[in-house]
């Protein structure tokens, strides 16, 4: 897995943390693979942390298996992206969503976007 981190140069619009200017943001690959299926390589998925917020975009096959071996519980995850709703980058969003549930997050899980022809099949 690959690590970035940057410091942001203001607040992240709609975060529930305080983001303070020059406070880390976390930028982590969970998964950029293709649909082919792989022992090596996951499906698209990405990870940002910035403050308390914890923003996942796209969530393919095996992301989430990265984002436990990162030592993040999708209870910890306050956002969600989607780019598009291909399979491979959206697998993995039920279990995102039902893990969330089962450890009892409730529905606190913010859909933040998706491609405008794929909006209805995320609601």
Known sequence: ????????????????????????MRVRLLGTGTPTPSMRRMCS???????????????????????????????????LFLSHVHYDHCGDYPRLVLTRWDQGAGTGLRPV??????RAAVR
């Open 45 to 79: 998925g990405y990870v940002v942390e910035t403050g308390d917020d914890v923003i996942v975009f796209d969530h393919g096959f095996g992301a989430h298996h990265r984002l436990l071996e990162l030592g993040i519980p999708a209870t910890r995850v306050t956002h």
């Open 1 to 24: 897995m690959t690590r970035v981190v940057c410091t942001p140069r203001e607040t992240v619009a709609g975060s529930r943390g305080a983001t303070a200017r020059g406070a880390e």
């Open 113 to 118: 976007a998706a491609g405008a022809h794929d």
